[in-house]
């Protein structure tokens, strides 16, 4: 079960070129492709001819071109041609989805299309603000999605999973002063973690020589996405809000998780550095993308052993506030889904 | 479901020497293997000692020995000898299939034993007639017979498939005047494309110079081979029947589509090449084999997505004719022996 | 269905180390360790907390420490901390299941844990006595340990199966003489094999010249264990008793099959050789390893072909008497237990 009536990102904006992209979206074929005059689009992966994938074709002036047997679709998913100029039949069309492309990603939606108009993706001007500098990259993980929103949703992992990283000392972690609360769209949370020693790849990317500040900010959105800020400054300097001047070391990460199947799920991952020509920029990114292969490596192993053993009941402990914050909200929205069917049928 | 009462082929006649061949047919493991004396045997590959598979075993005087207790099993599958002589089980039998040895092929029966003897095998004399030179091989395909069928009957693909090879422009197989005929067992077409471009491989083998007209015929006999007679002249010499003396390029091609399961098979493929001082042999049937394996390519993206999404209906268009014909044939016969029960215990 | 009121080897006591051991028996995800005081702990591998492996945790002072968020369980499986010295919920524990190290092995019952504590685990002090010299290996196997059961209770398999090594002449198994007898919680049987041509790992091994009398004893302990005695005389000295003198040529073989799944199992194995002074030690137990490899080959295709195939019924022939006897007595243990519910809890 999945929510349907939102945005997931399907892809990096950059990955859609001269060639259609094939990518199961929400266990849905999807093939995405950018038309001639730049207008994304996002197509069930099927010619409904014979059944072929349509990213087995090419682009064309009009939009894509079944390799099978030369059918072409445009960008609404409308058969506009059958070779030798033969009939077209009136139901030769496959779905098409909304997409929107905007700050670097490629949203889709699933659900009902006219709902998709009343509702905007969330904003990463990040990505292209000239005094931020932007890396990113995707990993296909063999998780739900979900284990990868508890990941977010819980930072006292990172003592655990990360300490040769970003992890620090697993108790300043525990220990951290936290805010969770509700946002119309999801849930937020702040954590504080004052006089801490600073891990290691704070050490190299900020220039820290002794104990830091580190203040973090979570804004998650439902039901797949984390926006996240993180800094840290010198101990004691009083600057425990995100956007403070004094700090010296900030970057932004966009978390993007989109369900594949049910376990299984793309990670896309972008991290936008502030004063990037201060920092051993390359390094940083190479030490975060290392991390979140720590983090693939537990919620797989994780995903392995529940799905095995899904009955037994998990318990419940203090750090999980927001998870459950996060958990619930979904699953409000899958119910709330359920009981309202679309308003439009979905075409 | 499959047909059963119809030949398929199990093996090419050279694959059985000294050791045997294990394949699974029509989902049944089958043990292929040559006596002592040449007569070629199929059994049931499940010793019904405990099970191992035959095929492990050895060949011997008497038949065929099983690899993990020594049972000796004869060409009808009986058990003639148990080690220390000791008493045979009136029940230790496995099952054994009809077999037929013909024009370098083994083709086999699943169905009713007292029906294969009245329906002979397709003929293929190309494979030993002193005039023509032929090379086979065979390849395993992650599809199920019938997207292979489809792809030999709609030769509309070929400029999209093959562009690069035996394809030729696509508008001139869109264009192609086509006559479809039922026949007795099956289907047969033919396709004319005069004033045509010869593809790469055609003028490599056939040394054409300017444009030509080629002519294919096509017969399908259900449920899985297909027999294909290709050649061309130079365009205008008026040399459109198949067999016409004039063609300077000819080849027959047969093909044998046999189910592994419902969505594998074994692709049996046998090119015959008339008059083959005149032409570079080995490149045309290298450059046939690449060809194939676009085939393959396709067909197995086929397969996978109609697995994922087997409900969705499929449209039907203009080049569709002979495909629809050989796949409502193949319902029939399934049909009609889902009535008719076999005359005969198998065993 | 398994017997789970039994021991069944889990892991070789020198495999438990500085880290922990996960591994699958009888289908439950199962963490072996050895805590800081020596004790061989098995817990259920899977965290309470969020479903994580607590295999790709670490050992500490108190027990095992998840990897994920840090909670600590004790070597009964009870949670004795949650990081941050947060409240741990009453229900907060995980299964844990009884073990026993003992001569080398680790054994563990999933069954009733009050049974567990009035059988004991088959005894092999040949693994320490200074005596002997001892080697063990274990090989995953992808069949049921059924078939390895079998495989052990029939050995006329060697000269079909182990013609290279330690085979001989297959018709001096099928013909040896056999004792097959029922013992209180298994089956027992002795072979010989008089004036016999020693297979070459004999010649190698003892030093044979002529012909030998070869013995053997099987001792199968219902469901999953065997112990064997295997020695060789020259011709006619008499020595047909395992234990006798005479004998110039023993080892003592110890199986144990522990299922992993209905389809898989772990084959542990340690060989255990007299005198090894006399003996080249190293290439006899390499000879050994790799018969079991032919075994192990010969089983899995077993399983294979009767997963694919398992209704036709099988036919019993003179050489299965002893395979008969224990798969009845593991099919009446699992009578029993289901008739029986587990007289406590099982936690």
Known sequence: ?????????????????????????????????????????????RCCHRGAPLSYGA????????????????????????PGGHRIPPNARVRSYPVVEKDGFVWLWTGDPTLAQRIQP?????SHDPAWSERHDMYPIRSSYLMMVD?????????????????????????ARMRVEKTPDGVRFVRWMLNSPPPPTYVKAGG???LVDRCQEFRFVAPSTVLQWTG??????????????????????????????????????SMALLSPDRQPWDELFNDVAATFKEDQA??????????????????????????????ALIERLIAQERAQPPTAAVG
């Open 1 to 45: 079960m999945f929510v349907n009536n939102a945005w997931y990102v399907a892809a990096y904006a950059d990955e859609l070129t001269d060639k259609p992209l094939a990518r199961r979206i929400l266990n849905q074929p999807v093939v995405l492709f950018r038309s001639p005059e730049g207008t994304v689009a996002a197509l069930e992966d």
């Open 59 to 82: 682009l064309c002036a009009q939009g894509i071109e079944c390799g099978y047997h030369g059918l072409i679709y445009d960008v609404q998913g409308r058969c506009v041609l059958v």
């Open 122 to 126: 969330m904003d990463y001007p990040w």
């Open 151 to 175: 990941n977010l949703m819980d930072l006292t992992h990172l003592g655990y999973v990360h300490g040769r990283t970003i992890g620090g000392t697993p108790s300043a972690h525990v220990e």
């Open 208 to 210: 820290f020589t002794g």
């Open 232 to 269: 840290a400054v010198d101990a004691g300097v009083g600057a425990y809000q995100p956007a403070s001047p004094q700090v010296k070391f900030a970057f932004r990460l966009f978390h993007g998780m989109t369900p594949e199947t049910e376990t299984s799920c793309f990670y896309f991952w």
């Open 298 to 327: 537990i919620v797989e192993a994780q995903q392995a052993r529940l799905s095995e053993l899904p009955d037994p009941p998990l318990v419940e402990i203090h750090g999980d506030g927001a998870t459950l914050q996060a958990r």
